[in-house]
């Protein structure tokens, strides 16, 4: 019971960031209201008893990430004049509504039909950092260490390209 | 009632009520007060701020906190591979090693390109 | 060991041209390293071509079908790295990060083929996407061209979006199935593929690849990031991601069956709709990558069409049209490459008097737009046919006519760049057409290879055939 309610209220909360995330005209405001989102969706995680995720969320997106996005609102220095000029923002609001619609009905119907399947029972230690230290390092080798191989090039690639003006000058 | 639940359900009325609440008790019942000294920018007992705040700041502020988020993955990764060390045994220990050596390469770029110098 | 060679050489090779990059190579040094490994990579896959086996707990498969796209890959690579020279469209300083990237990126695309796990699929894509973000705004500013950063931006949001959709499609065949495993997904949903559950995963795990080939809605970076990367970093992109975006539409096919209506109707209108808009748009263009990419789009309209057949002969005639494909573009884009020695753009009018300047050049540059347009006894013509026949016999009467008609409405921009190329004198201020011998040989070679394919279809079909049929 607690769960389900908990699981509405965290799946409101979500939303409702990821709304002022897009509504929020000033971006340090859509920022905070995404710093909603990320710790309901780590809730989230934590309700579904995985421990590791929700631990993982809150250390990489709802604090390190989030601090690089306001980092760089920081650094932009956005003044109230900067903002851009949203005109027939309701309008476009009403066509992205009419646009998800669609796909929301789509949405429902797919669930709805879903064959009535047994729920998957998990085992004891799901989700914890073990259990997942387990998969990670046997099933998923080789997306581990592409992974490697993947923060090499973005790091090289920041170097590359964050490099490039001071030269250049 | 687990762990994971009562952490949850404290961080919903963390984000529900105890904000909200702390918020609007600091617009009713917070000290107000106004006047030239208030107003006057205070940067750490130096009485005049010495240039413009909406000035540009160097790339190099954004380049470090990337450089940050890319250990920090890197760290994470660490964190389950630490604990489940025992059962995977050697093999899990050259995995790492692997992962670790070529990120220690991008390390290397870093400070052979001058990145940490801060001139 | 022996199994993921092609794998370890490409990583290899990354890091010694990170080592490079750490110090200040000269010009001719860089070059000669990246060809001598690129070189090597194409032996080693060429050796490697009849191994078999599984790696990595089972998350990576080696066969004939991954080989022969890995051999396909580095072929292509080898062509894109000869006749892009020196690379004049990258700032010297950053050169041998450039190639860096590039290797990196393969390696994403090598091991993309090779991987049959869900995970296993998205990491790899994500490592050619990134290696691809970066080498986009790499290019050299330069007065005439100022937009790669744009171009680079607007590839990193669609790539995100659609890498996004593809995660979430993820999640629901991991949903349905409860399994990461192609092997384990494929019987497993072949009993629900009906369902709009199934129905959304499919089709947003395919979107993932859709933008890798440049399908219908995921299409709308194609002609930015042409016009804005630079010439060498848009001959990779036009050709080499789609080789492995195609293998992959294969083996995610499999998922499907003709019985499968909805899907089926939807990949039909994606694939239509790609072929009219690449070549209605094309149409109005100045620029000569621009065109390429929206005749790219409408190329890939035309692979997937083979595909929606569902049966072996559409699989071994897309594949065969894919290899064809990558053959013309990258005929086409040595032209361009070869044309512009300073790294500009090469506009419609810089075409003027071509046959003057560089006959071989020209002719070559005309015969790889006529395989492109469809016309005999090129592999163009020869791919296009195919398809429609086999399509025709699946009984889709609408779509082949209106493919037809389509490969009606592409000869129009085709020929008027071959008509510019041949029929009009020679532009005051064009610039001098670099063709060293490399560059001539490369497109002879070229030229005998879209011409052999398009006279005897037979060998490779049969041989697509075998390859596939081993696979599905």
């Known amino acids: 019971m607690t769960e389900t309610l908990l699981f509405y209220g965290f799946g409101l ?3 409702l960031g990821a709304l002022g995330l897009i509504l929020f005209k000033h971006p340090m405001n859509g920022a905070m209201s995404f710093v909603i989102t990320l710790i309901s969706l780590a809730c989230l995680y934590a309700l579904l008893s995985a421990k590791l995720i929700f631990a993982i969320q809150l250390i990489v997106y709802a604090g390190a990430i989030m601090s690089l996005i306001l980092f760089i609102i920081m650094f932009l220095n956005i003044g109230e004049s900067d903002l851009p000029e949203e005109r027939g923002r309701w309008f476009y609001l009403a066509g992205g509504i009419v646009a998800i619609g669609p796909i929301a009905i789509l949405m429902q119907r797919a669930f709805k039909t879903l064959p009535p399947g047994e729920t998957a029972i998990v085992g004891d230690g799901f989700g914890g950092v073990q259990e997942v230290g387990m998969v990670l390092f046997t099933d998923w080798l080789l997306p581990f260490e592409i992974v490697s191989i993947l923060l090499l090039v973005a790091l090289v690639g920041a170097v590359v390209l964050a490099g490039k003006r001071e030269v250049s000058e | 009632m687990s762990v994971e639940l009562l952490l949850s359900a404290f961080i919903f009325i963390f984000l529900c009520f105890a904000i909200p609440t702390v918020m609007l008790m600091m617009v009713v019942f917070g000290p107000r007060s106004g006047g030239k000294a208030k107003n006057e920018p205070y940067e750490s007992g130096i009485k005049h701020v010495v240039g413009m705040a909406d000035q540009k700041f160097s790339v190099k502020f954004y380049l470090l906190a990337i450089l940050f988020l890319i250990f920090d993955i890197e760290a994470v990764f660490m964190y389950p591979w630490a604990v489940s060390l025992r059962e995977l045994g050697v093999f899990g220990f050259l995995e790492m090693v692997v992962f670790i050596l070529l990120l220690l390469t991008g390390l290397i770029y870093i400070i052979k390109k001058g990145v940490l110098n801060w001139r | 060991m022996l199994l993921f060679l092609p794998e370890l050489i490409i990583l290899i090779s990354a890091l010694i041209l990170f080592l490079v990059s750490l110090g200040t190579p000269s010009e001719k040094t860089l070059r000669n390293i990246v060809l001598c490994l690129t070189g090597l990579l194409l032996l080693v896959t060429l050796t490697c071509i009849n191994n078999k086996g599984t790696l990595f707990f089972a998350a990576y498969q080696i066969d004939l079908y991954s080989q022969l796209f890995k051999l396909l890959i580095a072929a292509a690579t080898f062509i894109v790295i000869v006749f892009s020279g020196n690379t004049p469209g990258i700032g010297q300083r950053i050169r041998a990060e450039y190639y860096m990237f590039l290797f990196t990126g393969l390696l994403g695309l090598m091991m993309l083929v090779s991987s049959v796990e869900l995970l296993a699929i998205f990491i790899s894509l994500e490592l050619s996407s990134f290696a691809l973000y970066i080498m986009v705004p790499m290019r050299q500013s330069s007065g005439a061209h100022d937009y790669h950063l744009e171009s680079g931006i607007k590839y990193l949001l669609f790539g995100v979006m659609a890498t996004g959709f593809m995660l979430f499609g993820m999640s629901y065949l991991f949903g349905l199935t409860g399994s990461t495993y192609l092997k384990d997904i494929i019987p497993s949903i072949s009993y629900l593929y009906n369902q709009p559950a199934a129905v959304t995963g499919i089709i947003m795990v395919m979107a993932g690849f859709f933008y890798k080939l440049g399908l219908f809605p995921f299409h709308f970076w194609v002609p930015d990031i042409y016009e804005g990367a630079a010439n060498e ?16 539409l294969i083996r995610l096919l499999a998922m499907v069956s003709v019985d499968g209506q909805i899907l089926v109707n939807l990949l039909l209108l994606c694939s239509i709709c790609s072929m009219f808009y690449g070549n209605l748009s094309a149409l109005a263009q100045k620029d000569v990558k621009r065109i390429l990419g929206y005749s790219g789009i409408s190329h890939a309209g035309f ?10 002969e559409g699989y071994s005639n897309a594949l065969y049209y894919t290899i064809g494909y990558a053959a013309m573009t990258l005929t086409c884009f040595l032209t361009i490459c070869a044309a512009t020695p300073n790294g500009n753009n090469l506009k419609l009018e810089d075409l003027k008097g071509l046959h003057g300047r560089s006959p071989l050049l020209a002719l070559t540059f005309a015969l790889g737009l006529f395989s492109l347009a469809g016309i005999p006894p090129f592999v163009g013509f020869t791919g296009k046919l195919m398809i429609l026949i086999n399509a025709f016999k699946q009984g889709y009467v609408v779509p082949v006519i209106l493919a037809a008609l389509n490969t009606a409405i592409a000869i129009y921009y085709y020929l008027s760049m071959v008509r510019l190329a041949y029929c009009s004198d020679d532009s005051k201020e064009s610039v001098m057409v670099s063709d060293g011998w490399s560059n001539k040989s490369l497109a002879l070679l070229l030229v005998l290879f ?15 055939a075998t390859v596939i049929g081993a696979t599905v």
């Open chain 1, 13 to 15: 909360l979500s939303i």
């Open chain 3, 233 to 248: 970093t848009t001959s990779f992109v036009a050709a080499i991601p789609k080789l492995a975006a195609v293998a992959l």
């Open chain 3, 303 to 312: 692979i997937l069409f083979g595909l929606l057949t569902f049966n072996l």
């Open chain 3, 450 to 464: 879209i011409i052999t394919m398009g006279i005897f279809p037979t060998w490779f079909l049969d041989m697509a």
